[in-house]
């Protein structure tokens, strides 16, 4: 899990983003154009660097770009299991009022790593 980013094109990529981590007790979001990783985002409220690892193994997270919301979890991007799935669903109307799921955005489960700086694959829709 990077914590120093060294690639301008993925900082350019994560400012572009509304990136999220959601809990139990509510959603985390980041500032708009907030240049960082979620492993930033959460040392930033104060974890750890281990909280923050398994936070990301534990928690849906992901972000809202161009109207459409990308859904993964764990450090290696992989769709939601059921109770993932059950929580972010909360959210989905949330999503909506918020803007960042527009009326003909979709929602995505997982994605399939692609170049640094680019919108990866998505595995399937929520």
């Known amino acids: 899990m990077p914590e120093n980013r060294t690639s301008e094109a993925e900082a350019a990529f ?4 509304k990136a999220f981590v959601i809990f139990d007790a509510g959603i985390l979001t980041a500032a708009d154009g907030f240049a960082g990783s979620h492993f930033d985002l959460l040392v930033q409220t104060g974890m750890d660097g281990e909280q923050a690892r398994r936070a990301i193994e534990t928690w849906p997270r992901g972000y809202a ?6 859904l993964y979890q764990g450090a290696d991007f992989a769709a939601l299991p059921e109770r993932g799935r059950r929580l972010a669903g909360r959210f989905v109307p949330f999503f909506k009022t918020n803007g960042w799921l527009s009326p003909t955005g979709k929602v995505y489960d997982g994605m399939r790593r692609g170049a640094a700086g680019s919108v990866w694959t998505p595995l399937k829709e929520f």
């Open 65 to 70: 770009l161009n109207g459409d919301v990308f």
């Open 14 to 17: 994560h400012s572009r983003r």
